[in-house]
T-cell receptor, first 110, second 115 residues
Framework: RKEVEQDPGPFNVPEGATVAFNCTYS??????FFWYRQDCRKEPKLLMS???SGNEDGRFTAQLNRASQYISLLIRDSKLSDSATYLC???????????FGKGTKLSVKP | DAGVTQSPTHLIKTRGQHVTLRCSPI?????VSWYQQVLGQGPQFIFQ???????GRGNFPDRFSARQFPNYSSELNVNALLLGDSALYLC??????????????FGPGTRLLVL
């Protein structure tokens, strides 16, 4: 069974902190990965894709380590508005479906 | 442009009843996928439809069925509801077949409570 594992947290950090989340995936053949953000009682929204070479979008950096089959998300200079659940996603479902982790909850405090 | 829309937003049913959930994809998108998200879990794949045909099915019982209409909107039907069917049901649309790596955009979901 193809799975994605994440630390559920919660991660409680002060504003301005740097925080990192990791997740592991079981399907070594998977090619595409994403981080989605989900606010309380809302739908998941695409945060960023994850590329083998690593990619950065403002304060967010995503990394993929194929050898160890893990993905990371680094958030620098945390804002109160970053408080949400971050879902690690493997796009390697056998039917073109997304495989979600359970999510990591982040709470940024003033 | 409107995003993915779903109706109803909330629904309360009792065990044994039947429910129909509806989804309209982003204009121009031809693929619709359905996911179930139970509290505290990540979304789980139920179905994918592309060009009105079922292209994928997750590990859900036959009580769950779906279809896609000529205008690419979709319905998810659940028969003989169980308490465990209480969840947020999410619809995601993509331009093409999701197995091609198309980005999937989620609607706001339908929150179903089974009593």
């Amino acid at each position: 069974r193809k799975e994605v594992e994440q630390d559920p947290g919660p991660f409680n950090v002060p504003e301005g902190a740097t925080v990192a989340f990791n997740c592991t995936y079981s399907n070594s053949a998977s090619q595409s990965f994403f981080w989605y953000r989900q606010d309380c009682r809302k739908e998941p929204k695409l945060l960023m894709s994850v590329y083998s070479s690593g990619n950065e979008d403002g304060r967010f950096t995503a990394q993929l380590n194929r050898a160890s089959q893990y993905i990371s998300l680094l958030i620098r200079d945390s804002k109160l508005s970053d408080s949400a659940t971050y879902l690690c996603v493997d796009y390697g479902g056998s039917q073109g479906n997304l495989i979600f982790g359970k999510g990591t909850k982040l709470s940024v405090k003033p | 442009d409107a995003g993915v829309t779903q109706s109803p937003t909330h629904l309360i049913k009792t065990r044994g009843q039947h429910v129909t959930l509806r989804c309209s994809p982003i204009s121009g998108h031809k693929s619709v996928s359905w996911y179930q998200q139970v509290l505290g879990q990540g979304p789980q794949f139920i179905f994918q439809y592309y060009e009105k045909e079922e292209r994928g099915r997750g590990n859900f019982p036959d009580r769950f069925s779906a279809r896609q209409f000529p205008n690419y909107s979709s319905e998810l039907n659940v028969n003989a509801l169980l308490l465990g069917d209480s969840a947020l049901y999410l619809c995601a649309s993509s331009l093409g077949l999701a197995s091609g790596g198309e980005t999937q955009y989620f609607g706001p979901g339908t929150r179903l409570l089974v009593l």
